[in-house]
């Protein structure tokens, strides 16, 4: 019974360049969110998806910034033209209820460097 | 909106004894949960403990517990019987409306 799997645990990147980050929710798991952390900071919340919905995006930057839960397959965050300000690290989570927040599980994150 | 303070940077505690983590938070929310989550050098984020807002007795799971005063909205964790695994940083976000706020954290460390 694998938990919320995340990879690359590692990805290096040129300003300019797009990054992809992968997030499998846990098995029976239907909604997936998004948080960014900055070095010596709390996470903060990006985006919450179900399958082929975007439920709430409020915490994603406007522009360069996406995010997708296809019905197969793992849910994508997306950064076009990445700068230097977008290194942090990135958590996924995924949990089977919704709407009163019952704490989710989180995957181990990936570490966004932008050279 | 929902805001976490977190105002003790670092802590330290000897190995065997008792810490408590302050956290203190604000919410417009009437229905919301409340969570401390241990970050250890890893990086994973682990549930240490989980609390309903509506719910008064206060939680405990093994060696941690919280002292939940909501007219104070203060929310701390108690660590009895500190180990050194223990050793990491501390979240205490609220959660309402399947968004988590966290505050900057709280550095433990466990002197052997």
């Known amino acids: 019974n694998a938990g919320v799997m995340q990879n690359p645990r590692h990805l290096v990147r040129r300003r300019g360049q797009e990054a992809r980050l992968r997030c499998s929710p846990m098995?029976?798991?239907?909604?997936v969110y998004w948080y960014r952390q900055l070095p010596e900071e709390g996470l903060k919340f990006m985006v919450y998806l179900q399958k082929e919905n975007i439920i709430d995006e409020s915490g994603m930057p406007k522009e360069r910034f996406s995010a997708e839960f296809p019905k197969e397959g793992p849910s994508i965050l997306r950064i076009q033209q990445v700068v230097r300000g977008d290194s942090a690290a990135y958590f996924c989570?995924?949990?089977?209820?919704?709407?009163?927040?019952?704490?989710?599980?989180f995957g181990s994150g990936t570490r966004l460097t932008v050279v | 909106a929902q805001t976490v303070t977190q105002s003790q940077p670092e802590m330290s505690v000897q190995e065997a004894e008792t810490v408590t983590l302050s956290c203190t938070y604000d919410t417009s929310e009437s229905d919301y949960y409340l969570f401390w989550y241990k970050q250890p050098p890893s990086r994973q984020m682990i549930l240490v403990i989980r609390q309903e807002a509506y719910k008064q007795q206060n939680a405990t799971e093994n060696r941690f517990s919280v002292n939940f005063q909501k007219a104070a909205k203060s929310f701390s964790l108690k660590i009895s019987d500190s180990q050194l695994g223990d050793a990491a940083m501390y979240f205490c976000p609220t959660g309402a409306n399947s968004k988590l706020t966290f505050g900057k954290g709280i550095t433990l460390s466990v002197r052997p």
């Open positions: 098995k029976g798991h239907s909604h």
């Open positions: 989570a995924s949990s089977t209820e919704t709407g009163h927040t019952p704490g989710y599980t």
